[in-house]
Each structure stands twice: as C-alpha cells, then as structure tokens.
C-alpha cells in the first residue's frame, strides 16, 4: 500500500493485489489532488480517521468511535505532546503536575520538563508483576498537591518497560480514582497486539469506562496507538492516532488550532496507519498471508518473551517478572557490595557501571533501570525481546557468562 500511493504507476503492476491497490486508491482519493505529496488536514486525511474510528468500534465490542475524535499524529509521541501542551498552564500560582508510573517511557520526563510542568511519579508495584497500586497513586497523589496542581494521570499498558498488562479490575480501580480526583487519563496503549502471557488480556481504558457506565463514562480521556509497536514494527515511517473522548468542545477547538500550526502529520505514515487500522478482512486476495505473518511475529515475540523472563531468573542475583505484553523485561538485579564500592568510585549509577561493563565485554546494550526510574536501593535494566530467536540465545549465554565472571571479580 505504501509503495502504491508513494509511486502510482505500481496500480499497472498485475503481481501487486487488487486489496491492497484498493486501499491505496482510497487512501489518494482523500489526498488533494490525490498525491501524498500534497499537504492533509491538520488533524490528518478524512478517510484513515474514520478507519481507525472503526478499527476502536471493531476492537471495543461495538461501542461507538466518533472519526472526529480521531487525530493522527507522528507516532503517538506527537499526539501525547499536543495534548499534553493543552494542559501546561499553571493553576493559582501552581504548575500543572502529571502522574507517570514509575519505571517510566523518558517520553514522559521528557516532555514534563520540556513544558515546564510538575512530574508526578507513582511506583508501579514490582512484587505483583508491575501492577498498578491504588493506595501508592493516593499517597503520590496527596504529596504531590502540596507543591503542584495535577491534572494529568499517565498509564502505559501493556507497560514499557516493564511488559505488565493490567487486569480489567485495575483498570476499573484506576478510572475510578481518576475521576474522583478529576484527572484527565491519558491511556498509553500502543502494544495491545503485544499481550503474550496465558490469562491475560488487552482492556482498552474507553472500554472499561464506557462499559462502567455514568459517571466514568463521561470522563474526559485521551488514548494513544502507534504503527511503531505490535507486529508492524514501523518506527521510523511515524504514524499513529489519538481518541480524545469527552473533551470539552472549547478545549476541543483549541486543540484542534493547536495542530494547525503544525500543518499536518507525514503522510506516509499515515498510509501505514491505514493499513494497521484497515487490515485485510476474510475473503480478500490479501488476508491469509496477512493473518499468517501476523500470527507468526507475534507468536515468536511470546516464545522470546518466555524465554528472557526464564533465562534471567535461572541467573543468580537475578529476579524478573514475567514479559506480559510489549517488547521489554526489566529484571532486578542485587550487585555486590564490592561492586557497589566500585560504582561510586567511577562516579556511576550501580546499574549503569554495570551496563558500561557489559557493553564493553559483550557488545550487548541494555538501558540502566536509572533512565526509567526506580525505588531506591533497588537496580534493574530494561532489555528488549526483539532480536531474532537465534541471536538471542547467543546474546542472553553471553549475557550469562558475563554476569559470573562480574561476581567473581566483586564478591
């Protein structure tokens, strides 16, 4: 589809299927002067919002999406920065806070500073697989009222990175504080293709609300998805959308001017978003070999996912919970005292001593739990599952091997 509406001539091609010369003809008609050349609408072309509107209807069980809620953006970094923007005024005197579970997406931290605003970081809980804890929400809640005025509640599910996914019940108990608190949610669910973990399962938080019904169901929430996560994998090409539900109609049209300064959104990645909200449906030319590729990325991310969790824990020092969703594990990892000593020396972060350590022995590149943020005292890392099954079997028996010889220098 993208080659199709990035080179025309390719619609003369007879190997290219009619579905998906369909789809890009659609795509170019919504286009002015059907080019994606051409500048779309600052909230992006007509007729890909009114696909993802029914791509949520579709995934939601039928409860209604409205396409004028949908904006597309470059990712979902550049829809959760534009509404993150319309919340930065300070309130009596005091800057706007935002919640962020803590490990958090550097997104976040970023673009709180970046805007002048208060970041509000809630520990996610390690002991019950990274869930989300009411009683730590209303205790960074209550502290964090005495120096800012928060607005903004952040959850990321599944979780980067952290690779939990929450249970309907959390998430009924997380909608439930927001809305007593009168928090605008904005609900990071770019990989709810990437749920791996048996007895788990992708809730949408507007699924959730509509379904608990008034008056959860006219709470204001912002969700987020991307073409960079899932088994797309489409990073660089940035497409993605936000659902804004339930925002007040002024608000609603400053935002949308907000984005009009922006002129619009790539193009070509919008036509990769169309793609993942419009897939190939049963009886086209295109479906099985989609369902078929589909099912085999995601089913070797769940054996890979398997896989890292099982290898860390057989590590002594190591502890990880299980790789729920998404692409990352974050284990903990106890360093010894020696080690410890060492880090100070060297004037490092204990985790990040030890991922310089790594990097030089092994050529393997892990982030240190410091970048994401962690309880004191305590060190992880986070590491993807994405390399390939083979290279990473070699990668994790380097990893192994250089964790011993570690222990041994600093025992």
């Not at 998430?171 to 007895?199: P, S, T, W």
Request: aromatic share 10%.
């Amino acid at each position: 589809v993208l080659g199709l509406v990035s080179y025309p001539p390719l619609f003369n091609e007879p190997s290219i299927p009619a579905d998906a010369k369909q789809r890009a003809r659609a795509i170019l008609d919504g286009c002015k002067g059907g080019s994606v050349g051409s500048y779309s609408d600052s909230a992006g072309i007509e007729v890909i919002r009114r696909h993802a509107a029914e791509y949520i209807q579709r995934r939601d069980g039928g409860i209604p999406a409205d396409w004028q809620n949908i904006i597309l953006s470059a990712g979902a970094s550049g829809g959760i920065k534009v509404l993150m923007a319309l919340l930065r005024c300070p309130i009596n005197g005091k800057k706007p806070g935002v919640m962020i579970p803590i490990p958090q997406y550097p997104l976040y931290s970023a673009t709180i500073a970046e805007f002048d605003m208060e970041q509000i970081g809630y520990y996610l809980d390690e002991a019950n697989k990274w869930g989300l804890d009411i009683a730590e929400l209303e205790r960074s809640l209550k502290e964090a009222r005495k120096t800012s005025a928060p607005r903004i509640l952040v959850v990321i599910n599944p979780g980067n990175p952290t690779g939990q996914v929450l249970s309907r019940s959390n998430i009924e108990d997380i909608i439930k504080f927001a809305q007593r608190e009168r928090l605008v949610l904005f609900a990071d669910e770019v990989y709810q293709d990437n749920v791996y973990e048996n007895g788990s399962q992708f809730h949408s938080f507007k699924k959730v609300m509509m379904e608990m019904g008034e008056p959860y169901s006219k709470m204001e929430l912002c969700s987020f998805m991307s073409c960079s996560k899932g088994y797309m994998g489409e990073c660089g090409i940035r497409g993605g959308y936000a659902e804004i539900v339930n925002l007040c109609p002024d608000v609603r049209t400053m935002l949308l001017k907000c984005i009009s300064a922006q002129l619009c959104p790539t193009t070509a990645g919008q036509a990769v978003l169309d793609c993942v909200v419009n897939p190939p449906r049963k009886g086209e030319p295109s479906y099985e070999q989609f369902e078929k590729e589909k099912a085999s990325v995601l089913e070797s991310l769940r054996e890979r996912a398997e896989l890292v969790a099982r290898t860390f824990n057989s590590i002594e020092g190591f502890s990880c919970n299980p790789v729920q969703g998404a692409m990352y594990a974050f284990p903990q990892i106890r360093l010894p005292a020696k080690a410890l000593e060492a880090a100070k020396k060297d004037g490092k972060p204990a985790d990040t001593f030890y991922a310089f350590q790594l990097l030089e022995e092994t050529g393997i590149c892990i982030v240190p739990g410091s970048g994401f943020g962690q309880r004191p005292g305590t060190y992880h890392f986070r590491t993807t599952i994405l390399p390939q099954p083979e290279k990473l079997k070699e990668m994790l028996g380097l990893f192994k091997s250089f964790h011993e010889k570690f222990l041994q220098k600093y025992k």
